[in-house]
Nanobody, 126 residues
Framework: VQLQAYGGGLVQAGGSLRLSCAAS????????VAWFRQAPGNEREFLAL????????YYRDSVKGRFTNSRDNGVNTVYLQMNSLKPEDTAVYYC????????????????????WGQGTEVTVSS
């Protein structure tokens, strides 16, 4: 069972990146997938979520309108498109699978996610 998050990198402010979270050995389609991030010196924070029903997404206020979640269940992958990046978006980004299938509750607590990607680093220069 493995989640792999990738797609991070160094980008200038105003630029874009697309993060991917690919799952192997675990089913994605029936589960919500969340993104968290952890900036240097800060606690890990809940960032965004895409439900097992892909029309339902949720975003932290600071990224609303700039970040977009999507998923392709055919390839067991969730994406986070990040546009208009700001220096304060600099962090390590993690994806995580909800511990329960078909959940309809918005979960911001990391303890409610069972499988995690290893993290991908995003650095936004000013």
């Amino acid at each position: 069972v493995q989640l792999q998050a990738y797609g991070g990198g160094l980008v200038q402010a105003g630029g874009s990146l697309r993060l991917s979270c690919a799952a192997s050995g675990v089913t994605f389609r029936d589960y919500a997938v969340a993104w968290f991030r952890q900036a240097p010196g800060n606690e890990r924070e809940f960032l965004a979520l895409i439900s097992w029903r892909p029309e339902f997404t949720y975003y932290r206020d600071s990224v609303k309108g700039r970040f977009t979640n999507s998923r392709d269940n055919g390839v067991n992958t969730v994406y986070l498109q990040m546009n208009s990046l700001k220096p304060e978006d600099t962090a390590v980004y993690y994806c995580a699978r909800d511990s329960r299938a078909f959940s309809t509750r918005l979960k911001k607590n990391s303890a409610e996610y069972d499988y995690w990607g290893q993290g991908t680093e995003v650095t936004v220069s000013s």
